[in-house]
T-cell receptor
Framework: DTGVSQNPRHKITKRGQNVTFRCDPISEHNRLYWYRQTLGQGPEFLTYFQNEAQLEKSRLLSDRFSAERPKGSFSTLEIQRTEQGDSAMYLC????????????????FGEGSRLTVL | AQSVAQPEDQVNVAEGNPLTVKCTYSVSGNPYLFWYVQYPNRGLQFLLKYITGDNLVKGSYGFEAEFNKSQTSFHLKKPSALVSDSALYFCAVRDRGNNRLAFGKGNQVVVIP
């Protein structure tokens, strides 16, 4: 399967613990996005990378959240000292950079990593 | 700021009847508009997009959408709904000066056999 892959698919943790999610984008996709989706809501933008550079972060991404894409391929999203309000589906998406300027490309989403904080 | 409104929480339609899912948007400039579908326990799948040109765009699985600039709308349509179309549908918009998609809250479509 050559789609966007996310692991783990489901994580249950206790409040205060740290969790890390991994995303493997479609090969050769330069851009990688993280979104968060809660029940009854659409995906909310968290951050995105172009290659290894993190170019934009949402205000939703508090200091407890950190994302990396060290070699411009896979990415990790770490949440430290989890809170119950962090319970959500964390979605990763990738897109190609076309012609030196991403103009119209749609996002290709993974199946998400569901976080439950007890 | 860019935003999307999907006014209905759920759309119920009988199999074989036309399906319409409404979306209005707000951007500061010209928009790029998208529809995605999400099946249970699956990621979002791209359906179609409007970039420029013909206001009527056709996408996957027989869906189409019409861009209406004066009404700032981008409603999703299908002439004859199937039970398998039952899913969660998201409208999304991107301002041409922005690098992120803004999604609506989604519409649950239920196609009744």
């Amino acid at each position: 399967d050559t789609g966007v892959s996310q692991n783990p698919r489901h994580k249950i943790t206790k409040r205060g613990q740290n969790v890390t999610f991994r995303c493997d984008p479609i090969s050769e996709h330069n851009r990688l996005y993280w979104y968060r989706q809660t029940l009854g809501q659409g995906p909310e933008f968290l951050t995105y990378f172009q290659n290894e550079a993190q170019l934009e972060k949402s205000r939703l991404l508090s200091d407890r959240f950190s994302a990396e894409r060290p070699k411009g391929s896979f990415s990790t999203l770490e949440i430290q000292r989890t809170e119950q309000g962090d319970s959500a589906m964390y979605l990763c998406a990738s897109s190609p950079l076309t012609g030196g300027n991403w103009v119209t490309g749609e996002l290709f989403f993974g199946e998400g990593s569901r976080l439950t904080v007890l | 700021a860019q935003s999307v409104a999907q006014p209905e929480d759920q759309v119920n339609v009988a199999e074989g009847n036309p399906l319409t899912v409404k979306c209005t948007y707000s951007v500061s400039g010209n928009p790029y508009l998208f529809w995605y579908v999400q099946y249970p326990n699956r990621g979002l799948q791209f359906l179609l997009k409007y970039i420029t040109g013909d206001n009527l765009v056709k996408g996957s699985y027989g869906f189409e959408a019409e861009f209406n600039k004066s009404q700032t709308s981008f409603h999703l349509k299908k002439p004859s709904a199937l039970v398998s179309d039952s899913a969660l549908y998201f409208c999304a918009v991107r301002d041409r000066g922005n690098n992120r998609l803004a999604f609506g809250k989604g519409n649950q479509v239920v196609v009744i056999p």
